[in-house]
């Protein structure tokens, strides 16, 4: 494995905050008042290391010392930045939550994480959040952001003498997965950790000195954390801030703070490509490269982007717990290719990040292309185990990350990777196993359809069968099964992976990460039959 840089997000900031006092570091949206009842801030290096520093002044005084465990749930603000960095500067563990989730999911986080504090904000929403977990039966003290900041600094023992191996190596976060399958588990990250990720980040998007990105999702997790905080620290670049996602608002933000790099989820950028008058009234003509995730591309989405707004698409392919993988216009220069592919990693090519496939069953390595494995992993960007959970299945006996995600070599591409879906989607119609991602990626060309997904629903004679769900462009002409079918069968899509029934949605069901909800989408539907009868 490569050598690891030691230095730590607290002292990249530190280090900034003097070389570049008086550069821009942090933009906050211009909706920020709406949010938490200031105006938007625009803080200098130094204003931002400021600003850590009075956090951990506060959290000094609230009684959080070195390996002490506190929770945040704020919108994407300056504040929610620098606590990440104050827990870096003290030696803290920061667990960031959703300001999606509510009192249920509040109290099972705590009861994993026992933190000392919970730090939150009495402006959002008219007090929402504050009220929220004040009234959660908390095992810890919930305090408001600003009160944080609101006497003066003093110093008490911070823990800034050990050596830098062992800041790299000390607890930083605890963010919490997805929760597609199951309730959120913590996923522990070290600063080493979130330093090689936002490497393998930089080496994607090409990331260069100074630049300026759009944060346009949530600051809790692989996303926002390894994609702008840790890389921004390494680049010393400007982070724009964005919340809740607002398509004119993030258009009006590219354009407004002339933009290098964003990324967007594909919804947003079939929207965007779909309405080109839209996009060119913008003028955007700062933006280099944007990417996307977290669910198949569509191939046109990104042919408009490229050859009719002169944007190159990245693919990203990432988790809390250290998958890293992409397609980038140079290692994946074919659209219909990055559209679905990944360029893979085997036996050491990236010293930071190692790949394999394995049979889920046996654990024996898988290179027939087409033939699909579980993909497992190993680097020093990949996390040790979740917290309170149990972890014999987690990593293989040799060591790697089991991600449950079940890819294949593509056959006309074996340098790349074909996702193939999660284990535990997978449908079983009749010991016929159907990967629903493999039919998702399809169905987002499908004409009068915003969004498209495939879901099991019981059956008493095959177990399960396979249901196409839509969100129609038009609710009064939505597509009919028919249609569906014979677009799939366009493809050659074999007949037995063909949905058997369709339900129109008003939108599908996704975590406050954006990723689609499958089982949740799966018992709507059961409901939305059993009502029709």
């Known amino acids: 494995m490569a050598a690891i840089n030691h230095v730590t997000l607290s002292e990249q900031v530190a280090s900034h905050g003097r070389l570049y006092s008086q550069q821009l570091a942090i933009i906050e949206a211009p909706n920020t008042f709406e949010l938490i009842g200031r105006q938007p801030l625009r803080l200098t290096w130094s204003a ?10 506060g959290l000094l005084r609230a009684g959080l010392r070195v390996g002490d465990v506190f929770m945040v749930q704020l919108p994407n603000t300056a504040e929610l930045c620098a606590l990440y960095v104050a827990a870096s500067r003290m030696g803290a563990v920061i667990s960031p939550v959703a300001v999606q989730y509510s009192a249920f999911e509040l109290r099972h986080f705590a009861s994993i994480v026992n933190p000392k504090v919970m730090i939150t904000t009495a402006a959002f929403r008219e007090g929402e959040l504050i009220t929220r977990a ?25 823990d800034v003498d050990s050596p830098l191996e062992a800041r790299g190596d000390r607890l930083l976060t605890l963010c919490w997965t997805s929760g597609t399958t199951g309730q959120p588990k913590p996923v522990p990250r070290t600063e080493t950790m979130w330093q090689v990720q936002a490497r393998l980040t930089a080496e994607a998007a090409g990331y260069c000195m100074h630049e300026r990105w759009l944060v346009p999702f949530p600051l809790i997790n692989m996303a926002a954390l390894g994609g702008f905080i840790f890389p921004a620290a390494q680049f010393a670049a400007e982070l724009v801030l964005h919340h809740p996602l607002d398509p004119q608002l993030f258009l009006s933000q590219l354009k407004q703070e002339a933009v290098q790099f964003t990324v967007a989820p594909p919804p947003l950028l079939n929207k965007l490509a779909a309405a ?30 490229e050859q009719n707004y002169g944007i190159p698409v990245i693919n990203f392919y990432g988790s809390n717990e250290g998958i890293a993988l992409y397609a980038t216009p140079q290692d994946t220069p074919k659209i219909e290719h990055r559209a679905h592919l990944f360029a893979h990693r085997e036996d050491g090519a990236t ?45 293989t006996r040799d060591g790697w990350f089991r991600t449950g995600d079940l890819l294949a070599l593509d056959a006309n591409l074996p340098s790349h990777y074909r996702i193939v879906g999660r284990i535990k989607d997978i449908i079983n119609r009749g010991g016929f196993k159907i990967a629903p991602d493999e039919v998702d990626g399809l169905l987002t060309q499908l004409p009068g359809a ?57 939108s599908l069901p996704r975590n406050p990460l954006g990723k689609l909800v499958r089982p949740q989408l799966s018992a709507q539907v059961a409901a939305q039959f059993e009502t029709q009868g």
């Open 48 to 57: 931002y290391d400021q600003l850590v520093d009075r956090l951990v002044s």
């Open 276 to 305: 080109p008058a839209m996009w060119e009234s913008c003028g955007i003509n700062s933006l280099r490269a944007i990417g996307s995730g977290s669910a198949p591309l569509a191939t046109e989405m990104i042919r408009t982007f």
């Open 450 to 506: 915003l969004e498209a997904a495939v879901c099991s629903v019981p059956d008493a004679v095959l177990g399960e069968r396979l249901c196409v769900c839509i969100v129609p462009e038009a609710r009064d002409n939505p597509p009919q099964l028919n249609d569906v079918i014979a677009f799939l069968e366009g493809f050659g899509l074999a007949r037995l992976k063909l949905p058997e029934f369709l339900a129109v949605v008003e």
């Open 351 to 395: 010293p930071n990040f190692e790949t394999q496939l394995r049979d889920p069953e046996s654990g024996a390595r898988v290179v027939d292309p087409e033939q699909a494995g579980e993909l497992v992993i190993r680097g020093p960007g990949v996390f040790a185990g979740y917290l309170g959970v149990d972890n014999s299945d987690v990593f």
């Open 134 to 158: 004040k009234t959660s039966d908390l095992p810890c003290a919930v305090l408001d952001v600003v009160d944080l900041q609101s006497e003066p600094l003093f110093d008490l023992p911070v």
